[in-house]
């Protein structure tokens, strides 16, 4: 029996530190996939900004058809953005800088496209125009939501996958650090209103 029962605790030590690792393991996998769950939800939602954009251009098409430039800038970055895709579990900084590169020339587009618009007293009258306007203002406040939603939930992941021991899963299992959404370069000065 002596001889048997440092074999016992061996075992049984052997046998807690695996069911420890993958207790880990299993945190790790629910948090990462939550987060890329969420990924999915601003993906969506920026999916709906750009299935808004050819209704509205058509809407400021038929009322400013001289405007093609202006118009024709807010299609090519919708086609920009939408081509601008990222597995959120493999991404790397350059490809988060340039997916939000993609999405703020889409926002800048769209806001020349609203500054058109001011111009067209009828456009700002037209019903759909109008609808069109808000349901793109909630969708881009819905965005804002999702993408701090996903920066929440990803930071959550990080911070777990960082911490020790669980670094130390993280390491021999590759479990990588997510790419956080960052402000957009000048977004921290105030823009410069002049009435003259």
């Known amino acids: 029996m002596k001889k048997i029962l440092p074999?016992?605790?061996i075992l049984v030590v052997i046998f807690g530190v695996i069911k420890w690792g993958i207790g880990l393991n299993n945190t790790m996998v629910e948090k990462q996939e939550t987060a890329k769950t969420q990924w999915a939800n601003v993906e969506?939602?920026?999916?709906?900004?750009?299935?808004?954009?050819?209704?509205?251009?058509?809407?400021?098409?038929?009322?400013?058809?001289?405007?093609?430039?202006?118009?024709?800038?807010?299609?090519?970055?919708?086609?920009?953005?939408?081509?601008?895709?990222i597995d959120p579990s493999n991404v790397t900084p350059e490809q988060m800088a340039k997916f939000q590169e993609s999405q703020n020339s889409l926002s800048?587009?769209?806001?020349?496209?609203?500054?058109v618009a001011e111009r067209y007293p009828d456009l700002k009258a037209n019903q759909n125009f109008l609808e069109l306007q808000s349901q793109l203002e909630g969708t881009e406040n819905r965005i804002n939501v999702e993408r701090n939603r996903f920066n929440e939930l990803a930071k959550d992941y990080n911070i777990y996958i960082r911490k020790f021991p669980a670094s130390f899963v993280a390491g021999i299992l590759n479990f990588d650090p997510m790419v956080l959404f960052q402000s957009a370069a000048g977004s921290e000065n105030a823009p410069t209103v002049d009435f003259n």
């Open 108 to 115: 800048g587009a769209l806001s020349r496209l609203m500054v």
């Open 44 to 85: 969506s939602a920026y999916q709906r900004r750009a299935d808004l954009i050819p209704n509205l251009v058509n809407t400021v098409k038929g009322y400013a058809d001289h405007e093609k430039e202006t118009l024709e800038a807010v299609i090519q970055a919708r086609a920009n953005a939408t081509k601008t895709t």
């Open 7 to 9: 074999l016992i605790i």
